[in-house]
Every structure is written in structure tokens, then in C-alpha cells.
């Protein structure tokens, strides 16, 4: 059983598995509703694809943190 105030590791390949995916899915989205926007420039889709690309590149970066943050706890570990 954890003590009181125990640390906890945090599961850097996890997390970034989950955010590449995230961001895959945000920016294939923000594509396809760009599409649909730009057939339509009046409509909200043009918006909603912009903060989807934007959601997903955000998503990218945050795993590259987590690939890196997990490459440096693999080294220190060694």
C-alpha cells in the first residue's frame, strides 16, 4: 500500500500515445471540415476546422514532450 504523500510516476509513453492519437484524429478532422468550409466560406465549418488543426498541432507537441520527457527518465534510470 502507497504512503501519504508518496510521489507518483507519471506514464510519459501513455500519455503521448494518447496525444498523438488526439492529434491525428483533430487535425484528419480539421481537414475535412476545411473542406467543407471552404465550399461554403460563410458557414462555421471554416472556423471549427481551424481550431481542430490547431487542437491537433497542440496535441502533437504535447507528445513530442512526452517522448522527450520519457527519454530523459529512461537515461536517468541507467
Keep these: ?11 510519459w509513453r501513455m500519455q503521448g500515445m494518447i496525444a ?10 480539421g481537414f475535412v471540415f476545411g473542406m467543407r468550409g471552404l ?3 460563410t458557414s462555421h465549418w471554416l472556423n471549427t476546422a ?13 507528445a513530442l514532450y512526452c517522448s522527450i520527457k ?8 541507467s
Excluded at 498523438?20 to 478532422?29: C, D, H, P, Q, S
Excluded at 481551424?50 to 504535447?62: E, I, P, R, S, V
Design 50 to 62: 481551424l481550431g481542430l488543426l490547431t487542437t491537433g498541432m497542440l496535441a502533437q507537441g504535447y
Design 70 to 77: 520519457r527519454m530523459q527518465q529512461l537515461n536517468s534510470q
Design 1 to 11: 500500500m502507497r504512503e501519504p504523500g508518496h510521489k507518483t510516476e507519471i506514464n
Design 39 to 41: 465550399d461554403d466560406p
Design 20 to 29: 498523438r492519437a488526439v492529434g491525428i484524429v483533430a487535425i484528419a478532422l
